[in-house]
């Protein structure tokens, strides 16, 4: 069963840090590229960062950059989200996506047709 599993949600307060993780099986992590989304309550969902199968290039939207941090390890078939001074505003469910046909850049974050594996999410709550 091909599927990715995301974990390391959690409650934390405003200038904190949480590491996601992205579990692949069922299938090789090495070939996608693999993103993050996220959805917070009573908004839409919104492309955070991507990393690249190839190259490991990154890329993120403006108000992570700086903060967040994207990396993959491809022997133990994970994928990361570093998150550093967290504010209340990125509370939401985190998502993990894996595409093999697209490169990472900004359109990863639109081209919905081509995201075919998707994890169930991780709920991250930042709150004082």
């Known amino acids: 069963q091909v599927q990715l599993v995301e974990s390391g949600g959690g409650l934390v307060q405003p200038g904190d840090s949480l590491r996601l993780s992205c579990a692949a099986s069922?299938?090789?992590?090495?070939?996608?590229?693999i993103g993050w989304f996220r959805q917070a309550p009573g908004k839409e969902r919104e492309g955070v960062s991507c990393?690249?199968?190839?190259?490991?290039?990154?890329n993120y939207v403006d108000s992570v950059k700086g903060r967040f941090t994207i990396s993959r390890d491809n022997a133990k078939n994970m994928v990361y989200l570093q998150m550093n001074s967290l504010k209340a505003e990125d509370t939401a469910t985190y998502y993990c996506?894996?595409?093999?046909?697209?490169?990472?850049?900004?359109?990863?974050?639109?081209?919905?047709?081509?995201?075919?594996?998707w994890g169930q999410g991780t709920l991250v709550t930042v709150s004082s």
């Open positions: 996506v894996g595409s093999p046909v697209l490169g990472c850049s900004g359109s990863f974050y639109y081209s919905y047709r081509d995201l075919e594996v």
């Open positions: 069922g299938f090789t992590l090495d070939y996608y590229t």
């Open positions: 990393i690249s199968s190839r190259y490991g290039s990154t």
